[in-house]
């Protein structure tokens, strides 16, 4: 799938997490996408990656202890989609070749081809599966 053929694209949770905190990691074409015409998306599976790092200690800035209530609130009124966990995304995932193990990659890999979208990230794995991923 080609950039131009995504009807909205689907920020990956360090995308979701640096957009938020106006981290500089953040690359100019991400900028340029999150800040266009084009819809943006989170993914609730975002959630519960964010909750599994902070409980490993895995990110290297503050979030706050009330994130639960911040970001949900930040990303709906900034106009960004919610995707919420559906079965049938989680049977996109066995349908996925299995050329990457992340389970939260997977997941919003699958969550964005069943919807057409692309992935704002910067992993390049995602370039391997026919999906358009800016960076």
Not at 70 to 80: F, K
């Amino acid at each position: 799938m080609t950039s131009a053929a995504v009807s909205g694209w689907l920020l990956d949770t360090h995308a979701l997490l640096w957009m938020l905190y106006d981290d500089r990691r953040l690359s100019r074409a991400a900028r340029g996408l999150i800040e266009g015409e084009t819809p943006l998306y989170y993914s609730t599976a975002s959630f519960w990656e964010i909750a599994l790092k902070r409980t490993a200690k895995g990110f290297d800035f503050e979030i706050e202890e009330d994130w639960d209530l911040l970001l949900p609130r930040e990303l709906s009124e900034g106009g960004v989609l919610r995707i919420d966990l559906e079965a049938a995304d989680c049977r996109e995932v066995e349908n996925l070749p299995l050329v990457h193990r992340d389970p939260f990659d997977r997941l919003l890999l699958a969550q964005a081809r069943r919807r057409r979208l692309g992935l704002i990230s910067r992993d390049e794995v995602f370039d391997r599966y026919e999906l358009a991923r800016a960076w």
